[in-house]
């Protein structure tokens, strides 16, 4: 079948991209920036990858696409925080004109569980969506889930984080909601059921896993599966407010993303009627299977997708294509360049290790405080490391920077700085030859905003001279990673 993907550099999007190919499905991905964009398949020629941005109907009109299916995993939740609604709404709406034109027979969607009773902007957002997924006249198949759990995921890795680093958390009322996990393994299987399975069309399926939690239950099975001892206290007096503050500083996530979860997280969503093994034939895995199979995905560097690459985790842009070529003028610059001591192997080795556990060679603890100063002024920090500890990819992110180009084969890695700053920042390491020597140069570059970026520059330039210079210097002279 020809199929037509979008949301294919997003969680979910990743990781059912091989399943279709590897089924001998036709695959049309559109995606904003074709850079971001990493296919491992080993089957190219059934594959296809357009640009299109959803909330820009001029960039869909795509020649030559027809197509039986179209997945529908565009999200916007970490986009905004009170523009749910209005952004949803207008993809969608954007969506259906293309799937017309496209001549789609089916379309699938990944929303949310919905509570009859209240429901979060976030949820109310989805349901929005899905109305305009009912009138388009196309037939459809609407598959809501709630939490999903998978390496990766965003829900993951929030338990994660607090779990590992809490023994002792105090923690607000929303914790006693109640609400029905499901494996990501679980909600790629039942989209792949659904496809032209004409019973389905035209309906709205619940799928969840076969466990009804709490999100205290869960933090505290997660504990149990790790061999953690934790206890957790719930404190009434916690504010919506505090309670995004919470998760902000804690975990990894944004603050707009905090708040969003947070206001879903207020409202129970369990499934009406579970259709999950209905749909797969498979027995849905338990929570603390998920969280076991998450483990053993993360041990075997096996993570296909994790949200903190995808441009919602940034506390910037929606898109890069612009910053991938590094200003010259009206810039500092600071330049190092170093003759290499090693094979030349092991310096890109060490470039595509830089980060994450691996640290950044030189003075990590000036490292540490800067990405804690970030996140006290409202950034992301240091905390979302890397999704591999061995390979980068273009879209990638990397602690508080973004992978612009990684081309192994050139010995070249540009990153663009998501921090907070009064300006903006670019980091480039390239393998080069000069005379038949090879060299590591190490290039960083800072576009000023105003007199408050050039004040900036200066006052982080002595210690520029000591974390460069003894990163560029490390870096050549010996492999540093395993």
Not at 183 to 205: C, E, G, K, Q
Not at 216 to 227: F, H, I, P, S, T
Not at 360 to 387: E, P, Q, S
């Amino acid at each position: 079948m020809k199929v037509i993907l979008s949301g294919a550099t997003g969680y979910i999007g990743k990781r059912l991209l091989p399943l279709l190919l590897e089924a001998g499905h036709e695959v049309t991905c559109i995606v904003r920036d074709r850079r971001r964009f990493q296919s491992h398949s080993k089957t190219p020629g059934k594959l296809t990858v357009t640009e299109g941005d959803f909330l820009r109907p001029e960039t869909l009109s795509i020649p030559n696409i027809k197509a039986d299916i179209a997945f529908y995993l565009v999200h916007s939740m970490s986009s905004a925080i009170d523009r749910f609604e209005e952004m949803e709404v207008q993809s969608a709406n954007n969506f259906v004109a293309a799937a017309k034109s496209w001549n789609v027979k089916q379309i699938i969607f990944l929303s949310g569980l919905q509570n009859a009773a209240s429901g979060s902007p976030h949820l109310l957002s989805r349901l929005k969506v899905e109305q305009v997924l009912i009138q388009s006249g196309i037939p459809y198949t609407i598959l809501r889930a709630g939490i999903i759990v998978g390496s990766g995921s965003a829900s993951f890795e929030i338990i994660r984080d607090l779990t590992e680093k809490l023994p002792l958390m105090v923690t607000p009322r929303w914790l006693n909601t109640r609400c029905q996990p499901i494996a990501v393994r679980d909600v790629i299987n039942s989209l792949i059921s659904v496809m032209m399975h004409t019973p389905v069309f035209n309906r709205v399926l619940d799928i969840g896993g076969p466990d009804i939690l709490t999100y205290k239950q869960m933090l505290l099975q997660y504990a149990e599966v790790r061999g953690l001892r934790r206890k957790i206290f719930i404190l009434p007096l916690m504010t919506p407010r505090l309670s995004s503050y919470w998760l902000y500083f804690i975990t990894s996530t944004s603050y707009k993303l905090a708040v969003n979860l947070v206001n879903s997280m207020k409202v129970e969503v369990i499934c009406r009627e579970n259709y999950t093994e209905n749909l797969t034939g498979i027995k849905p895995l338990t929570y603390k299977e998920s969280i076991s199979l998450a483990f053993d995905k993360i041990a075997r560097h096996h993570v296909v997708s994790s949200w903190k690459d995808a441009l919602v985790s940034s506390s910037k842009r929606s898109s890069l294509k612009e910053y991938i070529a590094v200003p010259e003028f009206g810039c500092f610059h600071d330049v190092r360049q170093t003759e290499i001591k090693c094979s030349t192997g092991d310096v890109i080795a060490n470039i595509w290790g830089i980060g994450g556990e691996n640290g950044w060679y030189y003075a990590d603890f000036l490292w540490k405080v800067r990405g804690y100063i970030d996140k006290v002024a409202g950034g992301i920090g240091l905390r979302r490391g890397r999704t591999n500890t061995d390979e980068i990819f273009a879209g990638d992110a990397l602690d508080f920077w973004r992978v612009l180009l990684a081309d192994k084969s050139a010995g070249r890695l540009l990153l663009y700085a998501e921090m907070k700053l009064p300006g903006e920042a670019w980091l480039e390491y390239k393998l080069i030859e000069s005379n038949g020597i090879a060299f590591l140069r190490q290039t960083a570059t800072f576009r000023p905003r105003g007199l408050s970026g050039r004040l900036y520059w200066y006052a982080v330039w002595p210690l520029h001279q000591i974390i460069f210079k003894g990163m560029n210097s490390r870096m050549a002279a010996a492999r540093l990673v395993s």
